[in-house]
């Protein structure tokens, strides 16, 4: 082009001055034309999915199913998260407002009345109940009150064995507290003898109203006159009439309801607010209701959870972007041809992809439609039992999260766009000639590919090493989800060498991994999707089946295996049962051996509901570790402190090792430790002299113990410790936790008083739940009990869960290689009908139909297993290295391999394989061509 000057008075220039006005009608030019070339391929794909409509059906199903499952939690969540308005109305049913007397001074109140803070410092907190008349005395005349409390459980007798019971306090017959609650039968409680139960409660115990349920006790039986329902708990519930409880059970959960003449106003707030009180009232501004968004209020811990989940659903979209793109792949092979004719009237490679491109637009709006259609409207009809079963409470007002349904449905049509991507680009590159041949000729694979994907392994890999020694799980699966893409690159490559290699094979599988080798838009899809799967799963099998192991051999024992403590769980309200009771129920339903009183400590001289006293041995300043677990070291000092003999105790924990002081004469301290007969004998005549034990040799000098008297009284901050130095012996080895034994003789001396702390019973097995049920039950006269068992530092069993990982990922690579093989049937039929005109047998077609799946599921799961193992080493080994220099020192994590998932796995492939030859018709198919 060349540029003619044009001359102007007092200069020269090279083009015209002014706006580009001409260029206007060529953009308009070049937007209609694109407007139209995209119109046109939208048109050509939706004549396209009525033609192939198996191929279609199958696209829909794969992009709308995971669509439709997270429609159904988008819409169960966001019914079942109430609004403020809907709260306000659960929580106050007809009354006017909800009242909590919370402080004897002012507060400062948010318009809801959820949070509230003392408006002075000097602010004191309501140390008294409140009761009915000073709350009306408040509001002035013309105003009813109604109480709520939160009662503590209360345990029942079931015909399949006790039941414990949420409790409500309440006088359902006031018609304040009846809007709280939906009568199903009968009539509100009139008398303490009365209560009435929820649905779930009346099923759990069998009963009908009149009957008679009586407590675990014995000590009360109470008369079922209604059933009643509670909105915010589906769950067992009981409510009690007020005159059934005291007044001051149940202080803290203490709400009033209240019903006033005119309305709650601002004006009474405040006035209420002067004297402590909170109120949440039923008129809120209009200004004051906050509306939901799709991400809300995000803090620090909330990005990295937010990070997560969007990688882990990124994840989940590189898996079905994997599994749809083959049927993508194969719907460009069949229309070759008219592509090829799209080219020849004068298509370029634009026009091209925009046409395969339109595929995965007009399939993935479909595929969304039908999802989010289908989720929301299971959500709807499945909405009771998700009520019931999962969330335990009604929801508020159908709705169903539109926002949520927006962003899923474009994430749909990204999928379906992203399927098609590759397919798209295949298109365009293609031999015209070729295609209005029928010829296929796949494009040579391009090195740069194999060089990318190797970089994303590696680069992948880094950042998941990076990541693990951080502890951060979004890193980590960033570092996935960039190797599983680097393996997507490499694996066309690794599909023809393996193509080259197949000519020393039979000819079935040697047709079957020319076809993958042929038809890699198709295969390696496929291929990569079961490697996901599968390494996702074997990753994560082997993280857990180590953590097990390691959390096994961290396991920190309270007591011998087998061993039972029994502790009262209210010790102030009933006699103590003796110890020949307590032998006498072990031995009749533990098949007890020994049993023995355990004893802790108490300092008669400290008095107060706030004073207390503890006894602890202490360690030399030579014995003592000059590192404290809770101690920001620097990098120096922690290799000092895993260096020091003195600090490598792992069972203290990042807040010191704590050490149980008791009082024995010998008789629990055998069945408390475990430790061998001989140190036994000894550790016991020490007590019988009046020294004292411990189970840690660090605190034992020159044949002494130094025992520490702190106590600390009501109002003072100083702490008064006194040291005694008593004749000692180390008893070792043993089971438990450290323990300082006081014999009777050394309590005395130091002025301490022993209290009942429970009973240590010695059993040959671990008693099951059924025997530690009738062992409280025969001592259920003396109160309520709790029991620890110890069962011994087992490993966790993850077998359930990993079998469950494994089967998702064979399911998937069953689905994989079922796609992948019937696409490959449907577009070698011509191969196929060359075979049967060659004289080939019937079972060559079922042959080749194995080897086709084989393909495809014993190479993407060895490329899985490999890759999950791989990926859960480096978690694994970037975790020790950071435990190495940790502080205090950590168990490092085993290297295991998870051989039950493996083994589900393994088997996995020949399943498909079996399925495919199983499904597969024999009789080779003869079609007639027209030259």
Same mark, same amino acid.
């Given at each position: ?87 306000? #109305? ?42 009915? $008349? ?13 109480? *709520? ?10 015909? +399949? ?44 115990? $069998? ?34 009439? =007020? ?9 803290? /959960? ?13 004006? !009474? ?15 809120? =501004?209009?200004?004051?209701?906050? &509306? ?16 997560? !989940? ?24 069949? +229309? ?58 009604? @929801? ?36 015209? !000639? ?31 090493? @990076? ?35 197949? +000519? ?88 007890? &051996? ?36 809770? /101690? ?16 490598? /105790? ?13 009082? $024995? /004469? ?17 550790? *016991? ?111 966790? #069993? ?20 079922? *796609? ?105 198919? *003869? ?5």
């Amino acid at each position: 082009m060349t540029l003619r000057r044009t001359p102007v008075t007092g200069r020269s220039v090279d083009a015209p001055v002014g706006p580009p006005t001409p260029l206007e009608p060529g953009r308009r030019r070049r937007f209609a034309e694109l407007t139209g070339s995209w119109r046109a391929a939208l048109r050509i794909a939706r004549r396209e999915s009525r033609r192939a409509r198996r191929r279609t059906a199958l696209v829909l199903a794969m992009i709308a199913l995971p669509v439709l499952v997270l429609a159904f939690l988008a819409a169960s969540y966001d019914m079942a998260e109430l609004t403020p308005r809907e709260q306000l #109305d659960r929580r106050l049913g007809v009354a006017d407002a909800e009242l909590r007397w919370f402080a004897d001074a002012p507060v400062v109140q948010d318009e809801w009345g959820d949070t509230w803070y003392p408006r002075d410092d000097g602010q004191s907190a309501m140390s008294r109940p409140t009761t009915a $008349d000073e709350v009306t005395a408040l509001l002035g005349p013309g105003s009813r009150v109604t109480e *709520i409390r939160a009662g503590s459980p209360v345990t029942v007798r079931g015909p +399949r064995g006790d039941e414990t019971l949420q409790a409500w306090i309440l006088d359902l017959s006031d018609p304040l507290a009846r809007g709280l609650v939906r009568f199903r039968s009968g009539r509100a409680p009139q008398q303490p003898g009365e209560v009435a139960l929820s649905p779930t409660a009346l099923r759990r115990l $069998d009963g009908r109203l009149g009957e008679a349920v009586p407590t675990a006790d014995r000590t009360r039986t109470y008369t079922v006159v209604g059933v009643v329902e509670f909105p915010d708990d589906l769950g067992p519930v009981i409510a009690l009439h =007020p005159a059934a409880v005291g007044r001051a059970d149940g202080q803290p /959960d203490s709400r009033w309801l209240i019903d006033v003449p005119g309305t709650v106003d601002a004006a !009474m707030v405040a006035r209420l607010n002067e004297r402590g009180v909170v109120v949440a009232r039923r008129h809120v =501004p209009a200004s004051t209701t906050s &509306s939901r968004s799709l991400i809300g209020y995000v803090g620090p811990a909330d990005a990295s959870d937010l990070s997560t !989940m969007v990688l882990i659903v990124g994840l989940g979209l590189l898996e079905v972007v994997l599994l749809v793109g083959p049927a993508f792949a194969v719907g460009v092979r069949r +229309r070759r041809r008219d592509l090829a004719l799209v080219a020849v009237a004068g298509g370029d490679a634009a026009h091209l992809r925009r046409v395969v491109l339109a595929d995965g637009v007009v399939l993935g709006v479909l595929g969304a439609a039908a999802g989010l259609l289908l989720g929301v409207g299971a959500a709807f009809a499945g909405r009771p039992l998700m009520e019931q079963y999962v969330f335990g409470a009604r @929801f508020g007002a159908y709705r169903c999260w539109p926002l949520a349904l927006v962003v899923l449905g474009g994430v749909a049509v990204l999928a379906g766009v992203l399927a098609a991507l590759a397919p798209a680009w295949t298109a365009a590159r293609q031999d015209v !000639m070729a295609g209005l041949a029928g010829r296929r000729t796949p494009p040579p694979p391009r090195a740069r590919a194999l060089v990318s994907g190797l970089a994303l392994v590696v680069g992948g890999a880094a950042l998941a090493a @990076f990541g693990a020694s951080r502890t951060s799980p979004a890193v980590i699966l960033a570092g996935l989800i960039l190797g599983e893409l680097g393996l997507v690159c490499c694996t066309p490559t690794l599909i023809g060498g393996l193509a080259r290699l197949g +000519r020393v094979l039979p000819p079935a599988p040697r047709i079957a991994l020319r076809d993958a080798s042929r038809n890699r838009a198709a295969a390696a899809p496929a291929i990569c999707a079961v490697m996901a799967a599968v390494a996702g799963s074997v990753a994560l099998g082997g993280y857990l089946a180590s953590d097990a192991v390691r959390d096994a051999r961290t396991y920190q024992p309270l007591l011998p295996t087998g061993h039972v403590l029994v502790n009262r769980d209210d010790p102030a309200l009933r006699p103590e049962p003796s110890l020949e009771q307590v032998s006498a129920a072990a031995r009749q339903h533990f098949g007890a &051996s020994a049993v023995a009183l355990v004893q802790g400590t108490a300092c008669p001289s400290v008095g107060g509901p706030a004073s207390y006293c503890y006894v602890v041995p202490e360690l030399l300043p030579d014995h003592a570790c000059p590192f404290q677990p809770g /101690d920001n070291l620097s990098a120096t000092q922690r290799r000092q402190a895993l260096a020091d003999p003195r600090c490598r /105790d792992r069972s203290a924990d990042y807040f010191g090792s704590y050490v149980q002081t008791l009082v $024995d /004469d010998g008789s629990a301290l055998p069945l408390l430790t475990g430790a061998d007969p001989a140190a036994t004998t000894a550790a *016991i005549a020490v007590l019988h002299a009046g020294g004292v034990v411990v189970t840690d040799p660090q605190y034992l000098h020159d044949g002494l113990v130094t025992v520490q008297v702190n106590e600390v009284r009501a109002g003072r901050d100083e702490v008064t410790t006194t040291r005694w130095d008593l004749p000692g012996y180390a008893l070792t080895p043993t089971r438990g936790q450290p323990r300082l034994l006081l014999s009777p003789t050394a309590a005395r001396q130091l002025a301490l008083k022993p209290v009942s702390n429970g009973w240590v019973i010695n059993t040959s097995t671990p008693p099951s739940q059924r025997r530690q049920d009738r062992f409280t039950a025969d001592l259920r006269g003396f109160g309520t009990f709790s029991l620890q068992v110890e069962q011994g530092a087992a490993p966790r #069993d993850d077998s359930p869960l990993l079998l469950l990982l494994a089967a998702a990922a064979g399911v998937i690579t069953m689905g994989a290689a079922g *796609i992948a093989t019937a696409l490959a049937a449907a577009e070698g039929r011509a191969e196929l009908s060359t075979l049967a005109a060659v004289g080939a047998a019937p079972a060559v077609r079922r042959l080749l139909a194995i080897c086709q799946a084989g393909v495809i599921a014993v190479l993407g799961s060895v490329l899985g297993i490999v890759a999950g193992l791989g990926t859960a080493a480096i978690v694994l080994f970037s975790a020790n290295r950071e435990y190495a220099t940790a502080w205090p020192a950590l168990e490092p994590y085993p290297y295991l391999v998870p051989w039950p998932a493996l083994g589900v796995l393994v088997l996995v492939p020949v399943v498909a394989m079996f399925g495919a030859g199983l499904f597969t018709r024999a009789r080779l198919p *003869i079609e007639r061509r027209l030259d």
